[in-house]
């Protein structure tokens, strides 16, 4: 049986089957972002410590866009807007705003085999560089050997507006030395200066993608839906719902341990229109993403 504990005092929610094959644990004042989850007794999520949230979102939503804006700056409509640069050492905006909100709990169930909680924020002031308002709801859905994250958002505003959607987990391998990455790519996006996008070149990937002793901070165009992370202990899958997909992967100063990111845009989307999606007034934008673990 599921079991589903939410810590008023500090907003943290946690979900745990009675056998402790399966815990989730998710801090809804950093963005509902999912900080520690063990499927099928594989503990594949952990605190990052001594790491912080602040300087690794780990595990947050990327909305109204995944990885960076150059300056923060960009023109849609022909009307010119400023994000702040929330990455002070790069002159970037980072990870979008949602982050660091609170999201409300409106829904949860419970059974044997399952576990769900439905979460939402609503935004109703008009930020800087995205004067719009909108409301998004995060899903996720517990089983034994899956996790799946669904999120949808809703243009709450009369006017519609640009976006690029991400997911920012870390992964953790008690060997990422000898772990690998498999996915169909035949792009790869360039990065210049202060990770901003200037291309696409090609790229080939004859068998798995070695992690082995790279510094990673890469991303690849797609061709498929999934990205599998092999490890020594366990295999995971992970799916996107999205019609065009992105895999970044970067890894951080902690040891064994990678983001394995999938995004709807690159850096600088809101710019170079790789990804870059518009919302209409009043439509609802839906995506699923799961793991899978093997």
Not at 67 to 92: C, L, M, P, V, W
Not at 262 to 284: C, H, K, Q, R
Request: proline share 3%; charged share 20%.
């Amino acid at each position: 049986m599921y079991k589903i504990n939410h810590n008023k005092e500090l907003n943290i929610v946690e979900i745990e089957n009675s056998e402790s094959q399966v815990y989730g644990k998710i801090h809804l004042n950093s963005g509902a972002s999912l900080q520690e989850l063990t499927l099928n007794g594989h503990a594949i999520i952990k605190d990052l410590s001594p790491l912080t949230y602040a300087n690794t979102y780990a595990s947050s939503i990327l909305f109204p866009f995944a990885n960076r804006i150059k300056d923060g700056a960009y023109t849609f409509n022909d009307n010119e807007f400023q994000f702040e640069t929330n990455q002070k050492e790069e002159n970037n905006a980072l990870h979008g705003l949602v982050y660091n909100k609170t999201f409300q709990i409106i829904d949860q169930k419970t059974n044997h085999d399952t576990a769900s909680i439905l979460l939402e924020y609503n935004e109703t002031d008009l930020s800087i560089g995205f004067p719009y308002t909108y409301t998004m709801q995060l899903e996720y859905v517990f089983t034994l050997s899956n996790l799946n994250l669904n999120v949808s958002v809703k243009n709450t505003d009369s006017k519609a507006f640009p976006f690029t959607l991400g997911w920012h987990p870390y992964f953790l391998s008690d060997n990422l030395f000898n772990s690998s990455l498999n996915f169909n790519s035949t792009k790869k996006i360039v990065l210049g200066e202060r990770n901003i996008t200037t291309g696409i070149e090609d790229f080939e990937l004859k068998e798995a993608f070695n992690i082995e002793d790279k510094q990673l901070d890469d991303c690849w165009v797609l061709d498929s839906n999934e990205v599998t992370f092999n490890t020594p202990k366990y295999q995971l899958i992970i799916g996107s719902s999205a019609e065009n997909n992105y895999l970044q992967a970067y890894t951080p100063p902690k040891s064994n341990t990678i983001a394995i990111e999938p995004t709807t845009g690159v850096s600088d989307s809101f710019n170079n229109n790789i990804g870059l999606e518009v919302l209409d007034a009043n439509n609802t934008y839906n995506i699923n993403w799961s793991l899978k673990i093997k």
